[in-house]
């Protein structure tokens, strides 16, 4: 089976803990082909979205749990096709790229709402998540909750700015963004932005297209000639194309065992390169796997 992740580019041999420092036990490679089916989940076309780019596609996968109402209004603006031919606007290196359309632009939004309350975090109660042992600068908590990494206190939880994370932008006030623009992360996670923004999902394939735009000469990124821009051919739910239209992607369950054993994988590195493991792991760090079914 062919395996496709998020941040993996490279094959990595692991321990699996003090006891087994120095005894190599497999490559990240190796670890997930030798995962249980049941480990692996199918994504939901309902909740997955394609933006079909010149270089090709962009496959996003929606959080509707921490931003349902978001999500919904994504979800709606696709129907409506509200992206044909709008456009990637910024690329602002080690920070973002974002996509949308001009301010004031009157283009129909379907059933979609113009403005939402926003959804930084959600209450904890209920939510389980696989954490992570290693202290954070940002929170007292952090982890992976149903594919996404996640932080949290004080009874609250919260999607975190990790790379490929997707949010929607806004202005000043908080009810000022809809997910009608959106911009991704292709930079050193921007964690001051957790709780700040709206974050909606997270790329699961096609960053290569995205984290390579050509960087904007203007403020912040944007692109100051609409020449610089890269134009969006369409947005879609998957689960509106036919089924041979579709990528089939699986996602590693981050409450399975062997996503337990990724993260120690990456924890501490000892493949023959690395001369002093840390033995720590940042949220960020932890490549989130993904791969075509079969």
Not at 160 to 171: E, F, L, N, Q, W
Not at 205 to 217: C, D, F, I, K
Request: glycine share 10%; aromatic share 6%.
């Amino acid at each position: 089976m062919r395996i496709r992740s998020l941040w993996l580019a490279a094959v990595l041999a692991i321990s699996v803990g003090p006891a087994a420092a120095q005894t190599p036990v497999g490559s990240l490679g190796e670890i997930l082909e030798q995962s249980p089916a049941p480990d692996w989940q199918a994504v939901d076309p309902e909740n997955t979205i394609y933006m079909d780019l010149p270089g090709g596609r962009v496959v996003i996968e929606l959080a509707s749990e921490y931003a349902p109402n978001h999500a919904a209004n994504i979800r709606a603006l696709a129907r409506a096709h509200y992206w044909d031919g709008a456009a990637i606007v910024r690329a602002q290196e080690n920070y973002v790229v974002q996509w949308g359309r001009d301010e004031g632009d009157a283009t129909p939004v379907g059933a979609a709402q113009r403005s939402l309350p926003g959804e930084f975090d959600r209450a904890r109660a209920g939510v389980a998540v696989t954490r992570l042992r290693d202290p954070d600068t940002y929170a007292r908590e952090v982890g992976f909750s149903k594919g996404f990494p996640v932080a949290g206190q004080n009874g609250r939880t919260w999607l975190t700015h990790c790379y490929g994370m997707v949010g929607a932008g806004r202005g000043d006030a908080a009810d000022s963004g809809s997910g009608a623009e959106l911009y991704v992360v292709i930079g050193h996670a921007p964690r001051h932005l957790d709780r700040n923004v709206t974050l909606v999902g997270r790329v699961l394939q096609g960053m290569e297209l995205l984290s390579v735009m050509p960087r904007g000469t203007g403020a912040l990124g944007f692109y100051e000639t609409p020449q610089e821009r890269t134009i969006i051919r369409s947005v879609r739910l998957a689960s509106e194309l036919p089924e041979n239209e579709r990528v089939n992607l699986e996602t590693l369950r981050t409450d399975s065992e062997t996503f337990r054993t990724v993260i120690e994988s990456r924890r501490t590195r000892r493949e023959e390169w690395f001369l002093q493991p840390t033995g720590r792991i940042n949220v960020c760090n932890v490549p989130l796997p993904v791969r075509v079914r079969n």
